[in-house]
């Protein structure tokens, strides 16, 4: 796509601090980092989101992540954690499916208790999702 980011990243028209690469995708690190070492795993296709994008390069990630990228956040940064998390729509800053890798270390301020006071009640949200 003409105008998105990550296409240009891919294509190397704009700079980025590659992590790795292969046919399929390109590891980037986040210029926004919430922790050290966050990263970016960019499809090499244009893919809005989740719902359009080939489950071989979820499942081709998910490889790269267990097998080369945590292993290396492990060992190059020794974090102790790693958040996985992919947005779609509300919250999708750039319009390209990625995936962000978030290593997590003890005390690193990452809190996902932050909308708390908006919760319902488990049993109703339960209840809406296996209505018929």
Not at 12 to 31: F, G, H, R
């Amino acid at each position: 796509m003409k105008d998105c980011i990550f296409c240009k990243i891919i294509n190397n028209e704009a700079p980025s601090k590659t992590i790795y690469e292969d046919e399929l995708i390109k590891v980037i690190m986040n210029i926004n980092p919430s922790t050290n070492g966050h990263l970016l795993i960019l499809p090499k296709e244009h893919y809005v989101n989740i719902l359009d994008v080939d489950e071989k390069i979820i499942s081709h990630s998910f490889k790269i992540i267990r097998d080369k990228l945590y292993p290396l956040l492990k060992e190059k940064l020794n974090c102790e954690g790693l958040t996985i998390a992919e947005n779609n729509f509300l919250g999708q800053e750039i319009k390209h499916f990625h995936i962000h890798l978030t290593p997590r270390y003890q005390n690193d301020l990452a809190d996902y208790d932050y909308n708390k006071d908006l919760l319902i009640d488990i049993d109703e949200v339960y209840s809406k999702l296996n209505e018929e």
